[in-house]
């Protein structure tokens, strides 16, 4: 039975679950789940992603509030979800396509 590699972090010991593909070279950067979730690559799509979704969403959701100024804690709190959605969806995908098999 084959043992399962270790996360690749500094001073981490828990066991891979994520591989991240790393230049053109065959490995990969190995991350346990807590370490997957903070990876730069991962992080810096995802707020791209975020910011470009969300502020398309917030205009077609919100952009009529925001103009009047009538802004208020609840639709500032949907303003907040609408950028948090696309983040997480994006994160989802990078961490769900790089998980380990096995």
């Given at each position: 039975?084959?043992?399962?590699?270790?996360?690749?972090?500094?001073?981490?010991?828990?066991?891979?679950?994520?591989?991240?593909?790393?230049?053109?070279?065959?490995?990969?950067?190995?991350r346990c789940g807590r370490?997957?979730?903070?990876?730069?690559?991962?992080?810096?799509?995802?707020?791209?992603?975020?910011?470009?979704?969300g502020t398309i969403l917030?205009?077609?959701?919100?952009?009529?509030?925001?103009?009047?100024?009538?802004?208020?804690?609840?639709?500032?709190?949907?303003?907040?979800?609408?950028?948090?959605?696309?983040f997480s969806v994006s994160?989802?995908?990078?961490?769900?396509?790089?998980?380990?098999?096995?």
């Open positions: 039975m084959a043992t399962q590699p270790a996360c690749a972090h500094d001073s981490c010991t828990r066991a891979a679950s994520y591989r991240f593909a790393e230049g053109s070279q065959g490995g990969g950067a190995l370490h997957a979730l903070v990876y730069r690559p991962v992080c810096g799509r995802a707020l791209r992603v975020a910011l470009l979704v917030m205009v077609i959701n919100q952009g009529d509030v925001l103009l009047s100024g009538h802004l208020t804690a609840l639709v500032a709190s949907k303003i907040a979800l609408t950028y948090a959605v696309p994160t989802y995908s990078a961490l769900a396509a790089n998980r380990l098999h096995g």
